[in-house]
């Protein structure tokens, strides 16, 4: 294997380097814009309030998957689902300012000729796209909704900026709220996208450029462990799972107000966030590329491994990077 000079003064292979400018070439032959690639006002786009395709699904929604919530008048399926698609795309949005802090916090650190100085702001600029598109959406959904939960929102600047000095914890961070939403989205539009246009077409964006973000995310953390010593490794081995369990929680489950603004009793919050056997699998699906990732880079030594189990997001890896769900995987 042929080394290069890091970008950090040590040792990266040319494999790392050359995906680094595969990505940085890809970003630029082919990107998206959200005030060109989207016409927000063409009619085929408009938004309906009342438009049946808000009602959550059944099947990769948690809070759909509930009795409780099957039971409503369609009216109110379509009010909660119209609340908890725009404020899913708020929290996206925020995500996406944690992660550009962070980044820029990194690539400030590193020395001239990086190519990862690149391919960052390349994402970053991505990135930036995304939250314009993310609140266009949402202010054209029309809820006024809050996104992050409290807590999360006060500790969020704080969490991008310390995440530029903890620079392998930022990026499993990274994998933590972006492999969620990719993996629902992607859901979403294999089973035929039963949504307003408008969201489908911000989630075919989305998916599209986050891609290189994964894709990136994985190789990096790829050549960054690889250096480490033996306690850092597992450091990180069990960081990977914290990390994921924390994030898709604060991405994924709403916030407090959810609940009191549509009189959703707790029972039914509990049971979709995250204790329900449905919920469950919801839960450990949206991890089995990191898991697999993980297992790749020797990280799954038995106190891991005890770990994402005691979180409940263990389970099958998957054999190559975004594969679907299918029945008999469900069923294992």
């Known amino acids: 294997m042929t080394l290069t000079e890091s970008s950090r003064g040590g040792l990266i292979s040319e494999e790392y380097r050359d995906a680094l400018a595969t990505l940085s070439q890809g970003s630029v032959d082919r990107h998206f814009d959200p005030y060109l690639d989207i016409d ?10 009342n438009d049946p395709r808000w009602v959550l699904s059944s099947e990769y929604d948690p ?21 908890r698609t725009a404020n899913a795309i ?31 702001l ?26 992050m939960r409290p807590l999360f929102r006060a500790l969020s600047p704080f969490i991008g900026v310390a995440g530029g000095y903890a620079h392998t914890i930022l ?8 492999e969620p939403i990719d993996h629902y989205q992607k859901a979403m539009l ?19 450029e986050e891609a290189r ?5 994985h190789d990096f953390l790829a050549a960054h462990i690889g250096r480490m010593g033996k306690f850092n490794r597992g450091v990180c081995s069990v960081a990977f799972p ?62 891991a491994k005890q770990v994402w189990k005691a979180l409940g997001i263990d389970g099958p890896l998957s054999r190559y990077r975004s594969e679907p769900e299918r029945s008999a995987r469900r069923a294992a």
């Open 40 to 49: 927000w006002d063409s009619p085929e786009l408009a938004l309906d309030p």
């Open 63 to 83: 809070l759909g998957a509930t009795q409780w919530y099957r039971e409503q008048p369609l009216e109110r399926q379509i009010e909660i689902g119209k609340w």
């Open 90 to 120: 708020r929290v996206g949005a925020a995500f996406e300012s944690i992660l550009i802090r962070g980044m820029m916090q990194y690539i400030m650190k590193l020395p001239n000729g990086s190519p990862e100085f690149r391919y960052c």
């Open 122 to 147: 390349h994402e970053m600029t991505e990135e930036c796209n995304h939250i314009q598109m993310f609140q266009e959406l949402v202010n054209r959904i029309g809820v006024d909704v809050p996104g």
């Open 171 to 178: 990026f499993i961070g990274i994998l933590g709220g972006e």
């Open 190 to 208: 294999r089973a035929g996208a039963n949504l307003p246009p408008m969201v489908v077409r911000t989630m075919e964006i989305h998916i599209a």
């Open 213 to 217: 973000h994964i894709s990136f995310a």
């Open 242 to 303: 914290i990390a994921m369990r924390w994030l898709a929680g604060e991405i994924m489950a709403p916030p407090r107000s959810f609940a009191t603004q549509f009189d959703i009793p707790r029972e039914v919050i509990r049971e979709a966030f995250w204790k329900s056997e449905h919920s469950q699998h919801v839960l450990a699906g949206y991890f089995a590329d990191v898991r697999k990732l993980a297992d790749d880079l020797g990280m799954m030594n038995p106190i």
